[in-house]
């Protein structure tokens, strides 16, 4: 292949390399700990904390990977969404129970969560709307 | 020939070759019909491709298990995704600290909310203990909310289709949702949409705004670790009470 920048380079490579050791960790980790949380997850938390240590260079591979993954992370759900053609039957005969509870246990999460957090954020800063820029001292801290 | 097209018909639809084109394909275009509708919410590209390739299966008459053969390679992705959401998190480090008391109570929050009224409801309405299983854990993301819904009793099949379309819900109408609420600032916004909707939520917050989408994949990591821990407890006490 020479179609990228640096023909050989394997920073795509070393990028994947880095997510799929740090879901491996995770999942030791969780396997060994018995924490009642997925691997990937535990990769996460185990990544963000290398992350935050070594503080790697803006255009480092784990960086770009993770980037290149993130911006297609829509595609990676379409499989289960797809799922709805075999469980179509079972949602047809319990579709109201299902929906009601569907929706309102989603409208009530988002607004309430959205409220609380809201209401404990530094005041000052509350007033801020998506889209501007953060209150004096606020972003930056 | 009609002979070998019909063994072609046959190699093909059981070749893993079928869902990663399908998936690939529909998700593209998913994304042609997003651009052209000016990004419009209404058409996520998930939605679309979800909607073009269940259709597929259904007029070709290819069965849901041969579709995965395929699509599992693409399922597989999800695993190094989730980790790499340590990185938008990384790069939002620095609002963290301000943000540990509002995270802390809010996603706990978020998770007793949509567990409790989705278990809660779907028995009340006369869904059955099994259904009500399978919609508790739906806020989490899927590789969490499908391991939480085996553990506990529930069909793990349905709720990975509970959280596929909370999540295109939430895309869809969750931001006009929240400024009807008038909740306006990014971190709050953000912190709601990763709570109740995870990755597909996320998806929409980093497309409406940076800040958003960090705290949006921040409050989906923590809704998915808070939903494991306290999904035993909380439907020991439902059971109970409903």
Redesign the interface.
């Known amino acids: 292949m020479t179609s990228s920048a640096r023909p050989g380079s394997t920073r795509f490579v070393d990028g ?1 390399l880095w ?2 050791g ?2 491996l960790v ?1 999942e030791l980790l969780v396997r060994l700990t018995g924490l ?6 535990a ?6 904390v290398a ?2 240590v070594r503080r790697p260079a803006a255009t480092s591979s ?2 770009t ?3 290149g ?2 911006s ?16 179509l039957a ?2 047809r005969d ?1 579709a ?3 929906a ?19 209401l ?3 005041r000052g ?7 501007e820029p953060g209150a004096p001292g ?4 | 020939m009609t002979d070998q097209l019909d063994a072609t018909w046959t190699w093909l639809r059981t070749s893993p070759l079928l ?1 990663v084109l399908l ?2 394909g ?2 593209r275009l ?1 994304r042609v019909v997003h651009e052209r509708s000016g990004r419009h919410a209404a058409t ?4 679309i ?2 909607v073009a ?2 259709a597929f ?2 007029l070709a008459d290819v ?2 298990d041969e ?2 053969r395929g ?2 390679l ?2 597989f ?14 790069r939002q ?3 963290l ?3 540990l ?3 802390l ?3 706990p ?2 998770v007793v ?2 567990v ?7 028995r ?5 203990d099994e ?2 299983l399978t ?1 508790a854990p ?2 989490a993301t ?3 909310s ?2 939480l819904s085996e553990q506990v009793g529930g ?1 793990a ?2 709720t ?11 895309a869809v109408l ?1 931001p006009w ?2 400024t009807r ?1 008038r ?7 953000g ?3 990763g ?3 995870h ?2 939520g ?2 929409r917050s ?1 497309a ?2 940076p800040e ?1 989408g960090a705290f949006a ?1 921040l ?1 989906m ?1 923590l809704t ?2 808070a939903t ?2 306290l999904i ?1 407890l909380l439907l020991a006490g439902l059971s109970r009470l409903v």
Request: charged content about 5%.
């Open positions: 994947l997510l799929t740090f879901w995770g009642p949380v997925p691997g990937a997850v990769g996460m938390l185990l990544l963000f992350l935050q784990v960086l990977a993770a980037d993954l993130l297609h992370l829509q595609l990676l759900f379409i499989p289960a969404g797809v799922g709805i053609v075999a469980v079972t949602v319990a109201l129970p299902l009601v509870a569907f929706v309102v246990s989603w409208v009530v999460g988002l607004v309430l969560v959205g409220w609380t957090v809201t404990l954020l530094p800063d509350r007033g801020r709307r998506t889209g606020g972003a930056a801290s | 869902g998936t690939l529909a998700y998913g996520q590209p998930v939605l491709a979800v390739i269940a299966l259904l069965s849901y579709y995965l699509a599992d693409v399922v992705l999800l695993g190094p995704a989730t980790v790499a959401l340590a990185v938008p998190l990384h480090a620095a609002h600290k301000r943000l008391v509002p995270l109570v809010g996603v929050l978020g909310v949509s409790s009224l989705g278990y809660g409801l779907v009340l309405l006369g869904g059955g259904l009500a919609m739906k806020a899927t590789p969490v499908i391991v069909i099949a349905l990975a289709v509970l959280t596929i379309f909370v999540g295109i819900m939430s969750g949702v929240m609420a909740i306006r600032h990014p971190h709050a916004r912190v709601a949409m709570s109740v909707s990755g597909i996320t998806s980093l409406d705004d958003e994949g409050a990591g998915a670790f494991a821990v035993p």
